[in-house]
Nanobody, 116 residues
Framework: VQPVESGGGLVQAGGSLRISCTLS???????????MGWYRQAPGKERELIAT???????KYADSVKGRFTISRDNAWKRIHLQMNSLKPEDTAVYYC????????WGQGTQVTVSS
């Protein structure tokens, strides 16, 4: 079972981007049993958890993204998404998805670069 992230890219500050993740190789019941989250790792920094979503779509956010990012999930398709608005240069990072706490092998991630 491995997450497969997609949708990253280059965007100007103040712009928006939507990234997605599919939990490849999992069965639906496995996916549905997990709290899923988005993590990010900026250059020279530790990987950090920024948003989580439960099976019933209850969400939590890190203070740094609260009010700007929205996490969602599609249980039938074993996917989670992250809608990112009002992006800032400090949001530049590789974004990963995994369970919370993380249980699966880390995927390749998707690069998000915000230019000033």
């Amino acid at each position: 079972v491995q997450p497969v992230e997609s949708g990253g890219g280059l965007v100007q500050a103040g712009g928006s981007l939507r990234i997605s993740c599919t939990l490849s190789g999992s069965i639906t019941s496995t996916f549905n049993s997990k709290i899923m989250g988005w993590y990010r790792q900026a250059p020279g920094k530790e990987r950090e958890l920024i948003a989580t979503v439960t099976r019933l779509s209850s969400t939590k956010y890190a203070d740094s993204v609260k009010g700007r990012f929205t996490i969602s999930r599609d249980n039938a398709w074993k996917r989670i998404h992250l809608q990112m608005n009002s992006l800032k240069p400090e949001d530049t990072a590789v974004y990963y998805c995994n369970s919370d706490p993380h249980e699966f092998t880390w995927g390749q991630g998707t690069q998000v670069t915000v230019s000033s």
